[in-house]
């Protein structure tokens, strides 16, 4: 098979390489998938260039990526043989495992390739393992939102355009904050007031948009840079639900205000969500796509050869959709 391999940690064009490998055959509890498409994430390139701590790859070659979509090729002994020729969408390919999506094939536990409804296609569907479950995750993990407010920060980004959809579409009112470029792109996910982020009275602005009430629930996207503001306008027994702090990855919090209001921190991390998490989130998000309430849009689709461009996309930002690979190119 055609697959994207790295060895060392660095930039794209210094480390990424495509390699002709064997094709895996799946083990026992395994299946076989031919990819149509791979998803690029920000944690993929944050993988590829190194974390802090990392001297080099947790294999001696990986394969990178972790999200994508294609159909069921082969099984391994113990899973029904009816699923071959199923369309399937993949999570977690490349978490703890050396050989990730970025490949013509890949083979994982059967259960890492979830069967995809027939009208959604391969590009939704490389959308939903990382930004998809984040944000089910993140607005639903704290129970039913009906008739809440909701505070979306970063609501133009892909994970938060997802979690502004699902918002809606779970009956709350929502709240986002973009820059200038993005309110226009948050609006049309459905928020009934969209703020800029680098207001200097984001707080007042924020408690004004919902009539001077508190909110129930924030999804946090820069949790070092915005819990302050999140403290003021948090309501009392509220849930921030944080996925990402890149910008103050060691925050200081301001205890007091969170303690006499009791705020729930939710940590997401959705890699280690547990069995039952990621069921309802997988079976959420399949219920919003048969109502026809998410949009997953794509930004790009690279061919497997321009994997180096990709992930350059994927570091260059301000996208208003997924980066995707189509591994037969």
Same mark, same amino acid.
């Given at each position: 098979?055609?697959?994207?391999?790295?060895?060392?940690?660095?930039?794209?064009?210094?480390?990424?390489?495509?390699?002709?490998?064997?094709?895996?055959?799946?083990?026992?509890?395994?299946?076989?998938?031919?990819?149509?498409?791979?998803?690029?994430?920000?944690?993929?390139?944050?993988?590829?260039?190194?974390?802090?701590?990392?001297?080099?790859?947790?294999?001696?070659?990986?394969?990178?990526?972790?999200?994508?979509?294609?159909?069921?090729?082969?099984?391994?002994?113990?899973?029904?043989?009816?699923?071959?020729?199923?369309?399937?969408?993949?999570?977690?390919?490349?978490?703890?495992?050396?050989?990730?999506?970025?490949?013509?094939?890949?083979?994982?536990?059967?259960?890492?390739?979830?069967?995809?409804?027939?009208?959604?296609?391969?590009?939704?569907?490389?959308?939903?393992?990382?930004?998809?479950?984040?944000?089910?995750?993140?607005?639903?993990?704290?129970?039913?939102?009906?008739?809440?407010?909701?505070?979306?920060?970063?609501?133009?980004?892909?994970?938060?355009?997802?979690?502004?959809?699902?918002?809606?579409?779970?009956?709350? @009112? %929502?709240? =986002?904050?973009?820059? !200038?470029?993005? &309110?226009?792109? $948050?609006?049309? /996910? *459905? +928020?009934? #007031?969209?703020?800029?982020?680098?207001?200097?009275?984001?707080?007042?602005?924020?408690?004004?948009?919902?009539?001077?009430?508190?909110?129930?629930?924030?999804?946090?996207?820069?949790?070092?840079?915005?819990?302050?503001?999140?403290?003021?306008?948090?309501?009392?027994?509220?849930?921030?639900?944080?996925?990402?702090?890149?910008?103050?990855?060691?925050?200081?919090?301001?205890?007091?205000?969170?303690?006499?209001?009791?705020?729930?921190?939710?940590?997401?991390?959705?890699?280690?969500?547990?069995?039952?998490?990621?069921?309802?989130?997988?079976?959420?998000?399949?219920?919003?796509?048969?109502?026809?309430?998410?949009?997953?849009?794509?930004? @790009? %689709?690279? =061919?497997?050869?321009? !994997?180096?461009? &990709?992930?350059? $996309?994927?570091? /260059? *930002? +301000?996208? #208003?959709?997924?980066?995707?690979?189509?591994?037969?190119?």
């Amino acid at each position: 098979m055609r697959a994207i391999t790295y060895s060392t940690l660095g930039e794209a064009r210094d480390v990424l390489h495509l390699t002709d490998i064997d094709t895996p055959t799946p083990s026992s509890g395994e299946v076989l998938v031919r990819l149509a498409l791979s998803g690029v994430n920000p944690s993929d390139v944050k993988s590829r260039r190194g974390r802090p701590g990392m001297t080099k790859p947790a294999f001696d070659s990986v394969i990178p990526h972790s999200d994508g979509a294609g159909v069921i090729e082969a099984v391994g002994g113990g899973v029904d043989p009816a699923r071959i020729g199923q369309r399937v969408w993949i999570w977690n390919g490349q978490w703890q495992r050396a050989l990730g999506t970025a490949a013509t094939h890949i083979a994982l536990p059967a259960a890492q390739a979830v069967a995809l409804p027939e009208d959604v296609s391969f590009e939704t569907a490389a959308s939903l393992g990382i930004p998809g479950l984040t944000a089910c995750h993140a607005v639903f993990n704290g129970g039913d939102i009906k008739g809440q407010t909701l505070l979306v920060h970063g609501g133009a980004g892909t994970v938060g355009y997802l979690a502004v959809q699902l918002a809606k579409w779970g009956g709350a @009112r %929502v709240i =986002a904050t973009t820059g !200038t470029s993005g &309110a226009a792109r $948050a609006k049309a /996910a *459905g +928020a009934d #007031a969209v703020l800029d982020y680098s207001a200097s009275d984001l707080a007042d602005q924020i408690l004004a948009a919902n009539d001077g009430a508190p909110v129930d629930q924030i999804i946090e996207v820069e949790f070092g840079v915005n819990i302050n503001v999140d403290a003021q306008v948090i309501k009392p027994n509220g849930r921030i639900a944080t996925y990402g702090s890149a910008k103050d990855m060691a925050p200081t919090l301001p205890f007091q205000p969170l303690l006499f209001k009791a705020v729930t921190i939710d940590i997401v991390l959705v890699y280690l969500l547990t069995d039952t998490q990621r069921a309802l989130a997988i079976e959420t998000v399949h219920r919003a796509l048969a109502d026809g309430a998410l949009d997953c849009p794509v930004e @790009r %689709v690279f =061919a497997l050869s321009d !994997t180096v461009q &990709a992930h350059e $996309a994927v570091e /260059a *930002g +301000a996208r #208003a959709g997924a980066i995707l690979i189509d591994c037969a190119g």
